[in-house]
């Protein structure tokens, strides 16, 4: 199991993705959990910080996640939200959702679940986001932190919604700010004990595969 942690844009997605495909993983996005989570509760017309009642309603939702790292998928029920998760609405609301202790708890578990079951098929699992590697899955055998500067995040994050569809503004509100507010309640910013620091800045994405491929081989032993 390879868990990876890191900031808003320091390629923790595409990065994950295709170590995934690479050593034939599957593939667990737990940042479009809690944007599933965020999207459920503004299409319910609650109140993100309405506390309890937001915890009521995530303990209560049908989150199904699809673990190919070359298609994964994101329902809620049978609707397909994986484009609607990615709004910058959503963006904007998400942290009030993963800043809930309780919400956190919840989700925490069900990512667990997931990976329990992919490592007992024997599938194995990359599952990448924020306190990866000191809450969620703390027992992996790879673990990494990834992060780059902050222009080379900002940079990332404008390709990644379409050069210009967001002023820069709003742009840093996604990125800085939610990795502040998150870091309130997560831990991502910092490499523990026994996790391998990457910064990204000045690598490709290859590089960055290459290199979490090559800790693959040597802490666990598989082929690449």
Known sequence: MIAIDGPSGSGKSSTSKAVACRLGLRYLDTGAMYRAATWSVLRGGLDPGDGDAVAEHVRALDLRMGLDPRAPTVHVGNTDVAAAIRAPAISASVSRIATNLAVRADLVARQQGLIAAAVQAGQGIVAEGRDIT????????????LTASESARLARRDRQLGTGTVDATALRDQV?????????????????????????????????????????????????
């Open 134 to 145: 000191s809450v969620v899955a703390p027992d992996a055998q790879v673990r990494v932190l």
């Open 176 to 224: 800085l700010r939610r990795d502040r507010d998150d870091a309130t309640v997560a831990s991502f910013e910092e490499a523990g004990d026994g996790v391998v620091s990457i910064d990204s800045t000045g690598l490709t994405l290859e590089q960055v595969v290459d290199a979490i491929c090559a800790l693959a081989r040597r802490q666990v032993g598989v082929s690449s």
